[in-house]
């Protein structure tokens, strides 16, 4: 099994930044993606960002181009997600979430491990 916890969540005001962290414990090398997710009241949870395990090969939604950027540190097992320029549409519970294979594809039922989220709040 794998293990994710997040942190990093919080309120912020519109034009702001935040860095979300989510550490990875138990069969670390069972994990080849992981990814960002997202979920608003009322949504489903829709893809944010990926990167690969190995190769740091990076995959982004098009609501995240350009404003986000995931970053991996192997040595410590955790995964970034830097987010700048903040909208308020960007208000939701951010996930963490690996999977056992490559993979670009934004399905949530492609990742098999999942943290417990963390709230991002952006004021208008």
């Known amino acids: 099994q794998v293990q994710l916890v997040e942190s990093g969540g919080g309120l912020v005001q519109a034009g702001g930044s935040l860095r979300l962290s989510c550490a990875a414990s138990?069969?670390?090398?069972?994990?080849?993606?992981m990814g960002w997710f997202r979920q608003a009241p009322g949504k489903e949870r829709e893809f944010v960002a990926a990167?690969?395990?190995?190769?740091?090969?990076?995959y982004y939604a098009d609501s995240a181009k350009g404003r986000f950027t995931i970053s991996r540190d192997n040595a410590k097992n955790t995964v970034y997600l830097q987010m700048n320029s903040l909208k308020p549409e960007d208000t939701a519970v951010y996930y963490c979430?690996?999977?056992?294979?490559?993979?670009?594809?934004?399905?949530?039922?492609?990742?098999?491990?999942w943290g417990q989220g963390t709230q991002v709040t952006v004021s208008s």
């Open positions: 979430a690996a999977r056992p294979n490559y993979g670009s594809d934004p399905l949530p039922s492609s990742y098999n491990y």
């Open positions: 138990g069969r670390t090398f069972s994990i080849y993606t």
């Open positions: 990167v690969s395990w190995s190769g740091g090969r990076t």
